[in-house]
Every structure is written in structure tokens, then in C-alpha cells.
């Protein structure tokens, strides 16, 4: 099929919604679909370095300065950059069969192209869930912009137009979180679908392996900022040092990696606490081989790549029972931490539940099951179910 992708960010060899938008094209493409993407002209380079040469990418620039106020200015250049898209595309002329909105995966803002001549397949998408107020310390001074973010995801959605009339006009929407679910039905998709929005190369699932051995080995992942809660994940950690030798190993940077550190030193933990700034993507399956487990710590997570790649590795997950991963049937691959009553209880609960993980007999069989479910959520077995979808949305 002639298959257009929206794909706001999208580049080789990076994670998080770049990544997304490059394995989703070129998976797309290797399923035999006649591939066009659009994209925003700072990716140009990483793309056509790709070497792609069977996708037809366009590198859509957009008019006007971004409004320059944080966190607004990222909203404002996807939105400008959305109506540029879409009349870059009728510009293309009304030559595909299908639109494929794959990035940035959000509820919020849509996409202007429900106008097109074809049916849009959005999504998958998350961004209904809302991080527990119970947790609003971990936020600090952020908390407010979680709270405006809040009313935008819940009494004010109904106000915002271009989600309204995205969720009502697309063929098919794809969620990734029964949060998402809820709110999009709320205002007026017809047809919404599960469909896990993280995905992982064919090549990444390892086979299962055996518990490492030596100390045990923490690993945490991610942008250092506060709703992915660094500090909650070095706090639990030195619960877990209370009775059990072990090391922790942070990869990624954000404005809360000072804070961290600090964090550690106050603790009496620094001896065992490496932080390794910025991983590319392409190094960082030998953290994942070498750890004993993934601590995952997101207060608000459409799902978690990190979790999906740590699975395609062999290694179990401690993370919170919420959003994405609190929907998703893992089996023991994830030792599911529901949030207490009393927040100051978190990091020792997690702690638990890192000690369980590492001293029950049965790791292997955690590895196991990782591997299996992650197995299920390649991007080619992806391309192969949302083909499925398009052949479905052809015949109407």
C-alpha cells in the first residue's frame, strides 16, 4: 500500500520518539509498503545518512517563530509544524491510500491530516495517563507544570480542537494505555484499538539467559527529570544497600543529575552509584546484559521503552503499577510496585521488591518471560499487525 507517515521527529540510532519514527518508517517499508514520511528538517543528515533510499522522506519546514516561553515552545513548534505537514502533503497530491501518524505519540494536538483523502491510522498514542498527586514531592517545584498538564488532559481536552476532531475523524486509533483509551472514547473516536506503542528491533530479544554473576547490578534508564523520578530510584536503592551489596548504574542527563549525585553523597551510597550520562542507543545493550535487573522508576510513562528493551534482553523489571506497564499482562518478567498509601513508603517497596527479584530462585524464569513478551512487540511484528489493520480500513 501507499502509505504516507507523519513522523514529527524521526532519525537512526536514537531512542525515545526519534527512534520511533525512523523503526516504525523503515519497518513499514521492509513489509513491502510503498513508504513516504514527513519529517522536521533538522533530522535531514542522521536520515539520509540512514541510507534509505526505497523510503521517499520530505523535510517539512514550517513558518513563524515558536512562542518562547518553556515548557509551551515544544507544543508551539508541533503544532506550526503539523499545519505545515499537512499542506506540504496536499501539496504531494492525493496519491496514498493510507496516513499513518506514528510521532510524536500523543493524545494532545492530533494531526491535520484527518483532512486528507484517506483514511488516518493515529497512533499508537498515549498521554491520557496522569501522574499521582500522592507523588507530587518527587515533582518539587515542577509540580505546577504537571497540574496544568493535568486539566489539558481532562476537563480542557474538550476544548482543544485539534484532538477533538483528530480522535473523531481517524479511522482507526491505536492507544497504548487504558488512560488513553478512556479519554479518547471520551471525546468521540469511533474505532480505538491496544496497541503497545514501544517497539524494539527483531535483532535487540537476546534469548534467556542466566542471573549474572558477582554483585548485583541496578540499572536505571532515561532523561533525568522529574517525572521519571531519578532521585525515587536512588533513595530505594539505598534501602536495598541496607541489606543487600549491590551497585547502581544510571544512564542519561537532565537537570536533575547534580541533584542525584547529591542525593547519593547525603545517602552514603556514591562508592556504588555510576552515572553515565548520555548512552547512545546502539551501546546500550551491554548495560542491559550486564545488569541483574531494570529499576524503573517513571511517575507518568505512556508504557516505557526501557522496560520493552530490557525485556528483549533477558532482564527482569522492578517499576510501579502504573500507566502503560500496570495494563500490560507481563507474567514475572515485572515485579509490579503499587503505589502506598503513604508516598515516604515508596523506595522501601521497591526495595522489596529488588530483593525478591534478585533472591528468589527463580530469575531465569523472569528472563524467560521477558523475553518471550517482548518477542511479541518487535517493530517487524508491528508492521505485520498494523498491516492487518490497513488491509481492514482499505475494505470499508
Not at 83 to 90: M, P, S
Amino acid at each position: 500500500m501507499r502509505v504516507l507517515v507523519s513522523a514529527f521527529q524521526c532519525a537512526p540510532g536514537r531512542g525515545s520518539e526519534p527512534g520511533a519514527g525512523w523503526r516504525w518508517s523503515t519497518a513499514l517499508a521492509d513489509y513491502g509498503h510503498d513508504v513516504t514520511v514527513l519529517t522536521l528538517p533538522e533530522f535531514r543528515d542522521p536520515v539520509l545518512a540512514g541510507g534509505r533510499t526505497d523510503i521517499d522522506f520530505h523535510f517539512v519546514e514550517f513558518a513563524g517563530k515558536p512562542i518562547p516561553i518553556q515548557p509551551i515552545v515544544g507544543y508551539d513548534v508541533y503544532r506550526r509544524w503539523q499545519q505545515a505537514a499537512y499542506d506540504y502533503a496536499v501539496a504531494l497530491g492525493g496519491k496514498f491510500d493510507l496516513v499513518h501518524h506514528v510521532t510524536w505519540g500523543s493524545l494532545h494536538l492530533g494531526s491535520r491530516l484527518y483532512q486528507l483523502p484517506a483514511p488516518l491510522v493515529y497512533g499508537p498514542i498515549g498521554g491520557g495517563q496522569t501522574a499521582p498527586k500522592e507523588l507530587r514531592g518527587y515533582f518539587g517545584g515542577d509540580w505546577w507544570k504537571e497540574v496544568l498538564r493535568n486539566e489539558a488532559t481532562g476537563s480542557l481536552l474538550k476544548l482543544n480542537p485539534w484532538t477533538r476532531d483528530t480522535l473523531r475523524n481517524a479511522a482507526v486509533v491505536l492507544v497504548t494505555n487504558t488512560a488513553t483509551e478512556s479519554a479518547c472514547r471520551r471525546f468521540g473516536a469511533r474505532d480505538v484499538r491496544y496497541f503497545l506503542d514501544s517497539g524494539i528491533p527483531r535483532e535487540w530479544v537476546s534469548r534467556p539467559r542466566q542471573r549474572p554473576a558477582g554483585v548485583p547490578v541496578v540499572f536505571w534508564a532515561g532523561r533525568m527529570l522529574t517525572r521519571k523520578a531519578p532521585v525515587l530510584a536512588v533513595r530505594a536503592f539505598a534501602e536495598l544497600r541496607k541489606t543487600t551489596p549491590a551497585r547502581l548504574v544510571m544512564a542519561g542527563e537532565g537537570f536533575l543529575s547534580q541533584q542525584v549525585r547529591d542525593t547519593a553523597e547525603r545517602l552514603g551510597i556514591a562508592k556504588d552509584v555510576d552515572l553515565l550520562g548520555q548512552v547512545p542507543w546502539d551501546d546500550i545493550a551491554l548495560l542491559y546484559d550486564s545488569a541483574s535487573l531494570l529499576l524503573f522508576t517513571s511517575l507518568r510513562e505512556s508504557f516505557g521503552t526501557q522496560i520493552l528493551e530490557a525485556m528483549g534482553r533477558g532482564l527482569p523489571v522492578v517499576c510501579l503499577d502504573l500507566h502503560g506497564i500496570a495494563d500490560a499482562k507481563v507474567g514475572l518478567a515485572a515485579e509490579k510496585v503499587p503505589i502506598p498509601a503513604i508516598p515516604d513508603e515508596l523506595p522501601a517497596r521497591l526495595a522489596d521488591a529488588m530483593r525478591t527479584v534478585l533472591s528468589a530462585g527463580r530469575w531465569e524464569a523472569r528472563s524467560a518471560g521477558a523475553v518471550e513478551f517482548a518477542s511479541e512487540h518487535t517493530f517487524e511484528a508491528k508492521a505485520a499487525a498494523v498491516t492487518r489493520i490497513y488491509q481492514e480500513v482499505a475494505r470499508r
